[in-house]
């Protein structure tokens, strides 16, 4: 059905123009452009000496099942907040389960044993209160801030969603099609692919190296019991610290904790050391997107856990390097050579390992010489790390900022798990400015010296890679992988396309697959003497935020004919191809749809009807078929490519799989067909459900199927 197959990408594109009306928004920085000529930069006022400031005191116990709580008191308003931290992040899943972490903890808030995902969002919402779960690389973490007079409730729901997650299928499919929905737009972004794909260049096969919100193909590898397996093996109070903070007394915060949490008895495996990270070496990797007028630009580097000795020394380091408006690397790059509006650099350290990352982007045509002006700035700073007035503005800055980003007492909470998750001295930060007061510019050019090795660089470039890629190869050996067949979980970060074999022993077994399934349909006589079809019946259409039931009439005028209505509560929908033309209308407004949909749209009208015509094109010899198994072959007519699985009872086709394009990216479809029934000497499916990316967008039962009625091509036609 063409409905259930290439329609479904750009259906939800159409309803996504039905639901929100409103001009697409451009970015007027989008692609980078000359910037003026910088003016001098202007000498600030000396740092003046640093002002007393004391840590806020924190009181601590460990409860019997072994949670550790902290509590950090502060009555200057009336809330208390709660964050439990659980080492439960991403490197804990495997990697083809990449995302299993963050969905775990994503569907925490969305309902457990005792409150739906409503019930639970309108008992906190009436008081004024939040409940939020996410997970990072190391740890998942469940928080809450209520007012005072409802703190009670803010850490029972909080409890609640910690010890009884529900994770109900239909939470899981919503939250599945949502992820599905975000990569789909996050893929076709070179700013998101630049960090993901230098993560794992840098870290290999390292936990960390994978992404945190999965990959399509990951997550479509993900179902409940993997959920439910990760949650038993990982959230357990030997796993946990917690922090509370806010108007409340040690006392108070003791005592509820221990009435919600402390009977938390689950048991978790043991923290485990993770492998060690691979050597640096000097690398290139080029993520080819040939359309790109811009390119995203990363030069990386491996760096250091977070309780490393050295790690202060290379916070100031970065500071000056990359780490603000006028650190070196952004007053080169954009101020004096007006090659980007910004660039910068960052530590990302995590428990085990961490990496260093340096990220601009420019034009496509200067993307060579910012890489060079990057990597030579790299090299002078190695040697010349900083002046004395560089050196005492980034800790004067430094020391500043540190003040000003513990004003809350759920900053200072959020410090005081940061010393326990990371195993940092319990006097890190009540000493912290003491420590960064002490530092010298001699400590910190030997850490950066020990640590910056400028022959091992790895470089990462999305953009169009034929404009810039042989000016790279003096920086080691370059990889260029296209953007369509970037795999961020595969050992070689390629996409593995599984194809059957060409051979004339497996082109017979397709072949012989076709003609069982034709015999099965009702013969190939009476197929091919299907010149149209009507359908009628009922659907379910399932988007990331909403699902909708509706009636939907499907038209089918072989060979070039196709027509799809839908009465959806957002209006009507259709869909249509003329022969010629592709267009789409919601109510009376019709208009043509994109080259790339309409292409989409056309080329795989034989898949109509159950998939009759792809049978009759393989029998007619119009499609090439090679058999990948007793049960499964893969179909092929010009740039349309299916994979077709039958029932080896019936023969009958049960299953098509293909990839599509829709306004979002690529999607991976899959329609599956049941409930056949005899129409017209033929024997036809009246049930199908179409998943995209491994989630079900569309159930459809048909109502009834008429054959050869006379269907008009000018009913074809855009109003």
């Known amino acids: 059905m063409r409905f259930s197959t290439i329609l479904i990408p750009t259906l939800f594109c159409v309803l996504a123009s039905a639901q929100t009306q409103q001009p697409p928004k451009v970015n007027p920085l989008s692609v980078a452009k000359p910037a003026p000529p910088a003016k001098p930069k202007m000498t600030p006022p000396p740092p003046t000496a640093p002002r007393p400031y004391e840590f806020p005191k924190v009181a601590s116990k460990t409860l019997p099942n072994g949670l550790k709580v902290f509590v950090v008191e502060d009555h200057r308003l009336p809330l208390v907040s709660a964050s439990l931290q659980i080492l439960a992040g991403g490197a804990y899943a495997a990697p083809d389960k990449a995302g299993l972490a963050n969905m775990t903890a994503s569907l925490l808030h969305e309902g457990t044993t005792h409150h739906s995902a409503q019930e639970l969002a309108k008992l906190a919402d009436n008081v004024g209160g939040s409940l939020s779960a996410g997970a990072g690389d190391d740890v998942t973490t469940i928080g809450m801030t209520f007012m005072k007079s409802y703190s009670t409730l803010g850490m029972e729901l909080m409890a609640d969603m910690t010890r009884n997650p529900a994770f109900d299928q239909e ?43 999965g990959t399509p193909q990951t997550l479509r590898n993900i179902k409940r019991d993997d959920i439910v397996a990760f949650y038993k093996a990982n959230y357990a109070p030997g796993r946990a610290w917690m922090a509370v903070a806010g108007d409340v007394t040690p006392d108070e915060a003791f005592a509820l904790v221990e009435k919600y949490f402390g009977s938390w008895d689950a048991k978790a495996a043991p923290d485990a050391k993770l492998p060690a990270p691979p050597e640096p070496k000097p690398q290139v990797l080029i993520v080819d997107m040939p359309n790109a007028v811009q390119t995203q630009i990363i030069v990386g580097h491996l760096g250091v856990p977070r309780n490393s000795p050295d790690y202060l020394a290379l916070y100031v380091a970065n500071q000056i390097f990359g780490g603000s408006f006028n650190s070196r690397l952004n007053m080169k790059l954009r101020a004096n050579e007006g090659l980007t509006y910004g660039a910068s650099s960052s530590f990302d350290p995590a428990r085990q390992t961490g990496t260093f990352q340096a990220s601009t982007f420019t034009r496509t045509e200067k ?7 990057l990597v030579d700035l790299l090299k002078e700073f190695k040697k010349d790390p900083a002046s004395p007035a560089e050196f005492d503005e980034a800790k004067s800055f430094l020391m500043g900022s540190f003040a000003v980003g513990i004003e809350s007492a759920a900053a200072v909470a959020s410090r005081v798990l940061t010393t326990a998750v990371y195993g940092l001295p319990e006097d890190y930060y009540p000493k912290y400015r003491q420590r960064l007061q002490a530092l010298t510019r001699e400590q910190m050019s030997s850490a950066l010296q020990k640590f910056l090795e400028v022959d091992k660089l790895t470089i990462v470039a999305v953009g169009n890679a034929k404009e810039f890629s042989k000016a790279l190869e003096a920086y080691g050996p370059i990889r260029i992988i296209k953007a369509e067949d970037l795999d961020l979980v595969a050992p070689d970060m390629v996409k593995v396309k599984a194809a059957a074999v060409a051979s004339p022993e497996s082109a017979a077994k397709g072949k012989k697959l ?6 099965a349909l009702g013969g190939q006589e009476k197929a091919s003497a299907v010149k149209d079809q009507v359908l009628t019946g009922k659907i379910k259409l399932s988007m990331p935020q909403a699902s909708f039931d509706g009636d939907s009439e499907e ?4 060979p070039s004919h196709y027509k799809m209505v839908m009465k959806l509560p957002v209006g009507v929908i259709t869909e249509s191809v003329d022969g010629a033309n592709a267009w789409a209308a919601q109510g009376p407004q019709a208009q043509d749809l994109p080259p790339n949909l309409a292409a989409e749209l056309r080329k795989g009208i034989q898949a109509a009807g159950g998939g009759m015509g792809l049978l009759l094109a393989a029998a007619a010899g119009q499609a090439e078929v090679q058999a990948i198994n007793e049960t499964t072959l893969n179909w092929k007519k010009g740039d349309f490519e299916a994979k077709l699985t039958f029932d080896p009872a019936s023969h009958q086709l049960v299953k098509m799989a293909y990839s599509s394009i829709g306004m979002s990216g690529p999607a991976e479809m899959e329609v599956q067909l049941s409930d056949f029934r005899p129409v017209e000497g033929l024997t036809l499916p009246f049930h199908e459900v179409t998943l995209q990316n491994g989630q079900k967008v569309l159930d ?18 855009k109003p």
């Not at 076709?514 to 015999?519: F, N, P, V």
């Not at 038209?555 to 072989?558: A, E, P």
């Not at 459809?700 to 074809?716: A, C, D, H, M, W």
């Open 171 to 213: 939470e899981i499919d919503r939250a599945m099609r949502q992820a599905q929905s975000n990569l789909q737009v996050s893929y076709s972004s070179a700013e998101y692919l630049a960090p993901a794909s230098a993560s794992r260049a840098l870290l290999g096969t390292h936990p960390y190296a994978y992404p945190g919100d």
């Open 555 to 558: 038209s089918v005028l072989y």
């Open 367 to 373: 993307t060579a010489d910012a890489i060079r002006m």
């Open 700 to 717: 459809r039962t048909i109502s009834e199927r008429k054959l050869n009625t006379g269907v008009k091509p000018e009913s074809f036609k």
């Open 514 to 519: 076709i003609a069982d399934a034709l015999t």
